[in-house]
Structures are given as structure tokens and as C-alpha cells.
């Protein structure tokens, strides 16, 4: 089936909806999702939104940039950054004018907390600067964001898996998709394209993200010979609950839980002696890996505890319920009794679709941009983000650079007519299904994304060396000539998930690809991408993003340079 | 596991399968249905997503109760073997899935999408409220849509399919007591509450506060609710 619409977007997290929202004040919008919008993965962001609106103390918009930039170990693009800290103030009135429930202080405004690498004068000390909705932002912002959507009538299309982009010429019109629930071919045929696809947790073994992040986005780009950009950076949030990877945010540290090693010591003081537990999260997972690595983890093992012990049980019911009832669930433990074992798991990637401040997916290393397609959110790199993104500034990035897509999707489509539909776009998802759904070979998808999620952990996480990087690239390359010899046991076309997810482990390979071949090439140590055979940052040869194309049977690596505007590179400390 | 099967293209009555599968006390349901899948049976069909009870994708009936597969954990039931079926107020469409739409067509029911006449962002400044005033919706709050509630709802279940349900009326709650709507707009929507199988369909069994598992007291959400409305448009009632 065709559908034809002014926009659409694929993946309905935040990003995906404010971009929507906004494009749907006057154009016909589409939303097609491979998960029931509302499961998308933003639901489970926790501890808040970063904005300096100064409700509990002094803030200012240059401070909130300084501390990103810095934060990103100096590899974001101030001009963008800039962008993000001075929109960030009126994007937060406007999701509370929208309708989004936050947390309030006492004087009826609302409430801001600390959250790591967020400082007031320029590093000085924590800021209060993370609005928030108790520890359940994230779902917070997507119930609002859902329900305003169908107030403006963006219609949804959920459970439709994307498999492709589609080009008119050199314009993207549309995506070709199925439906999960039949395998039927779903044409979505489009002036403009946003992808709005999240992240990739998923190849590794232990992530905060859901199933779904699989990395489609990225895939997608690359199969349309489209770069990605910075794609080494993957951030691992210090505080996953012990083998399972559950996400205990940041603001479990900003309401005062405190990192202990093996000996009870409170070891990040040791680390970043100003900012200690609150330091931005490449250097506390660094820091609570060192200590296991040297033998200072608890009882020999490979965790750390979060106590949050001084908190006490009622601030935690109070400000951390959500984080709290999980400790119960999946440990049996009271919070306010016992410590929490935890260490890092994969959580972000600052990498992704290369855009301007405006969402066009750039092309090239300069400013060229490719008509009709948008990317927004995680799977963006505008880049805001660097070589690590600071806690609460996901969430913002989400919302100011969802809200800039959909005014230049809008004026896109103002002046477009409806590209012509290539003609084999119904037969590219059907293509795909089957020849899949034919296949006979004796490899399982289940076996060889466990053999990934496996080798990206041991060879490509927190600590990289040159070695394990070409091995892992060597086996990521035999990985792709197994899952060419797949063979499904399920043949069926009702919701047959071996299907999805042998289309998503092609996904997830790319990705990963992606990710370890830009790593291999970057020989210096910055933000996330330590290199412990570079372990200094190198900014003389360094300072600069990575782009990797698709090329032939591999990948090609590009350079582009970087925006400076107002903060010069300096010794990162905290 | 004994696990409720049915495949549309196959099948003309529904049966169920026995899987064993090795698990730690800790290990969730869907960690179990994930063996089930990756392991001996690749074509067992149920939805996840986020796995730690915040998306609410994996609602289905644990040993006769609705829960979700990620948040009971095998320790959590003291029963050898698991039953595993799909929760009940919708179509079973394969195995453990079922139509979401119905579901989703109750929240759109209460009409979330009230033009919003609260919105001005002209202002520039955000709109006050009190801690006090916040709290009151901060139950509705914690919904994330996993319908275990509807499928427990004895009302649903048993008496009138169409009543709205508590999903859709917690939803309601939501915005009928939040400081910040201006009077038209929480007049209007308690108007809707009070059309034909709206929440005087409610019987408080109170099934929907036992089995949801974000603990939410749905039932006393809805009582509230009620008596707003009383208050509102039936003062002499009281």
C-alpha cells in the first residue's frame, strides 16, 4: 500500500513527536513506528531536561554552553551548542504550556536539580539545572508530546518496520516499509523524509536502551550511501544496575548517592576532585573500571556500589520512586537500607546522522545537504553532544532540535511538489521479506547477535587498543558473510520477530561497523574514545569529526572540521 | 512454561505448548519467553521493548493475572510451572499478542486532543503551581499504557465491553485535576466522562488497582474523579 503525505517521520520517540508537532501545524504528517509510539525508548529517560532557567539559583546560558562544550571534551559545534543553551529556557515553557506535569518547588515554579558536569561559573561547582518529572521525564514528556499529536492529527503508523529510503533524483521521497503485523509492503511517499530513529544499546551486551535500538537509522543512512558522523563515541552511563544494565540516573548522585569501591572508599574524589560523584560520565565510567581493574570492586567482582543510603527513604520515595521500586524489583533490596552493585552499561550514542542546526542530513564535509531527508534526536549528529554528552542534555537536544526540524521540514514542504515515486517502491520491503523469509542457511540470528553483542563489549567499550579494534573489525566482517548464509525457522508472516530481528541484526552490524572503524582510525583519547594505546587527546591532529561512508564492501573515513566560537580547548578537569 | 499458542494462518482453535527452560530465581518472565524464542521456538510471538517496566509493551496474563513479563521475576511465584497467556479484553491476534488499537481508541476517547485553550506561550513564563496542586495528578502520572488494568477490569471482562475503562478514565484524571487547565476545559472533559459507557460504568471492583504494576490506586483516582463530577454537575445527588 502507498500512502502519500506532505511529511513523514520515521520512529516516535520525543524527537520524532516534536518534530511532528510542529510540522503539523500546517502539513499532513506521518509517524510510522516499528514499536507502538508509545514504547519508544525516550519513555525511559529519567532524571531530567537541562535548561538555565535559574529557578533555584543563579544560572546562565553561557554556562550551560561552557559546560557542554567542555563536556564534550571540546569536539562539539559551538555554533550549535550556543543554539541549544539559549532555546533551551523558552523549549521547557513550552512543554510546560504544552501540558507536561513537573516536579515544582516551593514556590510554584519549576524545580531544577544537579546533575553531572553541570556547573555554575564555569566549573566552579554543581548548578541546579535539570528540570524534571520526579525520576520519569522521559515518559512524562512522550504522554504529552502523544496526546498533542493527535490533537493536531498526525496520524500513526505502529508496528511498520522501515527497510529503506527512496529517492526521486537526487530528492528523498519516502521510505519503504512492511507491515509487522503481515509482512505487507507499507510505501510511505513523502516531500520530506526525518528519521528519528534513536539509538543502538543493543550491540552491546549489557545497555540501559530497549530492543528496539538497534541502530535502523544508521543503517538506513549508510545503505543511501549517506555518512555517519563520530561514530567512536558511545556513551556508557557509570550506573547500570549490576548484570542487568537498568539505568539508575545521574540524579540518584545529584539527590547525594555516593560511588564506594570494595573498601567503602568514596573513589571519585580521587578522579574529579571538584565535582566528584557528579563528573561527566566518560570520566566515571573510566573511573569505576579502573577500580574494578585494579582490584578495588567489590569483593573481587566486577561492580561498584551507588549508595544512596544517606538519602533517606523518604527523599527517595519523594524525588527517586521509579529508580527506587526498580532496586526492589530486580535486587529484593531497599535503596535506603542496603548499596546498590553497579557498573557501566551502553547508554548513548553522541555519533549519528550528520545534520545542521536545522536537521537537513549533510552529505559531505562541507554544508551540502540532501534534499527531502531530516534526522533528529539520538540518531542525529548536529553535533551537540561531541565525544560525550552531559546528563539532561539528551532530552533538551530533543526537544530544541525537534522543534528547529519541523519549522525547516515545514518550510520544505511550502515550496515542494511530491517528488515521483521510484518504480520499484512496493516491490523493495516485499524483496527483502522474502528472500529472507526463502532463505535456507544453517545460521541463527539469535547465535550470531550474541557473538556480537559479546565482541563489541570485550573489544570496543569503555578502554579501545588498536589490536582488539582490528579484531573486532576482522569478525565483524565475518559476522556479515554469516548472516548472509541465515536461514529462518519461522516462515510466517504474522508478527514473526526471527524476521525483524534478522532485518535488525543487519542493522546492528552496520552500526557496528560503523563504530569500530571509526574508532580504529581516531589515534588519540577523547570524551568516550579512550584509547589506552593513545591514552592523551591529541588536539594538534584530532580536533576534528569523523565521517565514514559506505564504500564498496567496507567503510571509507572522511574529516571535517569543527566549530569554535567562543571557548578554546583546555585541559579537561572537574 | 505453558505457554497459550495460536497462529492465524494455521491454526482453527488455540492450544498450548510446554517449554522447559533453565532459570536463575531473579531471571524475569520475559527473560524466559526470550530463551523460549532465541532458543527452541523462533516463531513464539509477543511484544518487548524496554524490559524494566517503563514501556509497558509486555502486558500479559502471568498465572491468570495481568503483569508484565519484564517486572515478575520467577521468585516472585512460588508456582513449578508458568502460564503464560495474553491479556483478555482485546482480540488475540498471535500467541501472546493481542489488537492494541481497542486500547488505544479508549484513551482517544476521553479526548486528549481538546483543543488547547491553555496553551499560550506568548507569555514566555511558565504557569505556577504548588507542590500541593501538583501531587494531585501525581498518580495518573505513572501510567505507561500497558492495559493490564482494562484486562482485569471485571466490568470489561464481564458485563460491558464498551465501558470506557480505567486506563482511559486515570487518563482523564490527569487533566480534569490539574491546576493549570482553565475551568472550560476540565468542565468539558468531565462532560465526556459522563457520556454513555463513561466512568459511571465503574463498579470499583477494584481488580485495576491490584493487578497494576505501577502500583497506581486507580481505583481511588476514579472515585475522586466521580465525586468532582457529583460536585460539579449533580450537586443536589450528594
Known amino acids: 500500500m502507498i500512502h502519500q503525505y506532505d511529511v513523514v517521520v520515521v520512529g516516535g520517540g520525543i524527537a520524532g513527536l516534536y518534530t511532528a508537532l510542529t510540522a503539523a501545524e500546517h502539513f499532513r504528517v506521518a509517524v510510522v513506528s516499528k514499536v507502538h509510539v508509545t514504547r519508544s525508548h525516550s519513555v525511559a529517560a529519567q532524571g531530567g531536561v537541562a535548561a538555565s532557567l535559574g529557578n533555584e539559583e543563579e544560572d546562565h546560558l553561557e554556562w550551560h554552553m561552557y559546560d557542554t562544550v567542555k563536556g564534550s571534551d571540546y569536539l562539539a559545534d559551538q555554533e550549535a551548542v550556543e543554539i541549544l543553551a539559549k532555546e533551551a529556557p523558552n523549549a521547557i515553557i513550552n512543554l510546560e504550556h504544552m501540558g507536561v506535569p513537573f516536579t515544582r518547588n516551593i514556590q510554584g515554579k519549576i524545580e531544577q536539580r544537579r546533575f553531572g558536569g553541570h556547573t555554575r561559573g564555569y566549573g566552579v561547582a554543581p548548578v541546579k539545572r535539570a528540570c524534571y518529572v520526579s525520576d520519569r521525564t522521559g515518559r512524562a514528556i512522550m504522554d504529552t508530546l502523544y496526546d498533542r499529536c493527535q490533537a493536531m492529527g498526525v496520524d500513526f503508523f505502529n508496528e511498520v518496520f522501515a527497510v529503506q529510503l527512496l529517492f526521486s533524483g537526487n530528492h528523498c521521497c519516502g521510505v519503504a516499509g512492511y507491515d509487522i503485523a503481515n509482512c505487507k509492503p507499507q510505501v510511505f511517499h513523502a516531500k520530506a523524509v526525518v528519521l528519528a530513529t534513536g539509538g543502538c544499546g543493543k550491540i552491546y551486551k549489557t545497555t540501559s536502551n530497549g530492543f528496539a535500538s538497534t541502530g535502523d537509522g544508521f543503517a538506513l543512512a549508510l545503505d543511501s550511501l549517506i555518512p555517519l558522523e563520530d561514530m567512536e563515541f558511545v556513551q556508557f552511563h557509570p550506573t547500570g544496575i549490576f548484570g542487568l544494565g537498568i539505568l539508575i540516573s545521574e540524579a540518584a548522585r545529584a539527590e547525594g548517592g555516593i560511588l564506594r569501591n570494595g573498601s567503602g572508599e568514596r573513589f571519585m574524589e580521587r578522579y574529579a576532585p571538584t565535582l566528584k560523584d557528579l563528573a561527566p560520565r566518560d570520566i566515571v565510567s573510566r573511573a569505576i573500571l579502573t577500580e574494578i581493574q585494579e582490584g578495588r570492586g567489590v569483593e573481587g567482582k566486577d561492580y561498584v556500589y551507588l549508595d544512596l543510603r544517606e538519602i533517606g527513604k523518604e527523599l527517595l520515595n519523594q524525588k527517586l520512586p521509579e529508580i527506587s521500586s526498580f532496586i526492589e524489583t530486580y535486587l529484593g533490596i531497599a535503596a535506603s537500607e542496603k548499596p546498590i552493585p553497579v557498573a557501566p552499561t551502553c547508554h548513548y550514542m553522541m555519533g549519528g546522522i550528520p545534520t545542521d542546526t536545522a536537521g537537513h542530513v549533510l552529505i559531505d564535509d562541507g554544508k551540502a545537504f540532501l534534499p527531502g531527508l531530516f534526522a533528529v534526536g539520538e540518531c542525529a549528529c548536529v553535533s551537540v553532544h561531541g565525544a560525550n554528552r552531559l546528563g539532561c542534555n539528551s532530552l533538551i537536544d530533543l526537544v530544541v532540535f525537534g522543534r528547529r526540524t519541523g519549522v525547516s521540514v515545514a518550510d520544505h514542504v511550502k515550496e515542494k511538489v511530491l517528488p515521483a515515486l521510484p518504480q520499484q517502491a512496493e516491490s523493495v520491503a516485499a524483496d527483502k521479506i522474502n528472500s529472507l523469509l526463502d532463505s535456507s542457511g544453517n545460521e541463527r540470528v539469535s547465535v550470531l547477535r550474541a557473538a556480537l553483542q559479546c565482541l563489541m563489549t570485550e573489544k570496543c567499550s569503555v578502554f579501545r587498543n588498536n589490536d582488539g579494534l582490528k579484531e573486532a573489525l576482522e569478525m565483524i566482517r565475518q559476522l556479515e558473510k554469516r548472516l548472509a548464509n541465515v536461514g529462518l525457522a519461522n516462515r510466517s508472516k504474522v508478527f514473526n520477530y526471527e524476521l525483524q530481528e534478522a532485518l535488525e541484526f543487519g542493522n546492528m552490524l552496520k552500526t557496528a561497523e560503523a563504530i569500530v572503524f571509526s574508532a580504529l582510525q581516531r589515534k588519540e583519547s577523547r570524551g568516550a574514545h579512550y584509547r589506552s594505546d593513545y591514552p592523551e587527546r591529541n588536539d594538534a591532529e584530532w580536533l576534528m569529526h569523523t565521517l565514514v561512508y559506505a564504500a564498496g564492501e567496507g567503510l571509507e573515513a572522511a574529516y571535517k572540521p569543527i566549530s569554535i566560537t567562543r571557548f578554546a580547548p583546555e585541559k579537561r578537569r572537574y | ?238
Open chain 2, 1 to 238: 512454561m505453558k505457554i497459550y499458542r495460536f497462529n492465524p494462518e494455521t491454526d482453527h482453535e488455540p492450544h498450548y505448548d510446554i517449554f522447559f527452560v533453565e532459570a536463575n530465581p531473579n531471571d524475569r518472565i520475559l527473560d524466559c519467553l526470550n530463551k523460549v524464542r532465541w532458543e527452541q521456538d523462533s516463531s513464539l510471538a509477543y511484544r518487548m521493548s524496554c524490559a524494566h517496566g517503563v514501556c509497558g509493551s509486555d502486558a500479559v496474563n502471568i498465572n491468570g493475572l495481568p503483569a508484565l513479563a519484564c517486572q515478575k521475576l520467577i521468585k516472585d511465584d512460588s508456582a513449578q510451572e508458568m502460564l503464560i497467556e495474553p491479556i483478555k479484553f482485546s482480540l488475540i491476534i498471535k500467541d501472546l499478542i493481542v489488537d492494541m488499537e481497542p486500547f488505544f481508541n479508549r484513551i482517544k476517547a476521553i479526548q486528549p486532543n481538546l483543543p488547547p485553550k491553555t496553551l499560550d506561550s506568548s507569555t514566555g513564563t511558565e504557569r505556577l503551581q504548588t507542590v500541593e496542586e501538583r501531587s494531585r495528578i501525581d498518580d495518573a502520572v505513572k501510567c505507561i499504557l500497558c492495559g493490564c488494568c482494562v484486562s482485569a477490569c471485571p466490568v470489561i471482562l464481564e458485563q460491558e465491553q464498551r465501558f470506557i475503562g480505567p486506563v482511559a478514565i486515570l487518563r482523564a484524571q490527569k487533566y480534569i485535576f490539574d491546576s493549570r487547565a482553565t475551568a472550560n476545559d476540565t468542565i468539558e472533559r468531565m462532560r465526556v466522562m459522563e457520556k454513555p459507557y463513561g466512568i459511571w460504568g465503574c463498579k470499583s471492583y477494584y481488580m485495576c488497582t491490584v493487578v497494576c504494576p505501577k502500583k497506581i490506586k486507580v481505583t481511588e483516582q476514579i472515585l475522586k474523579t466521580k465525586k468532582k463530577i457529583i460536585q460539579e454537575f449533580h450537586p443536589k445527588s450528594e
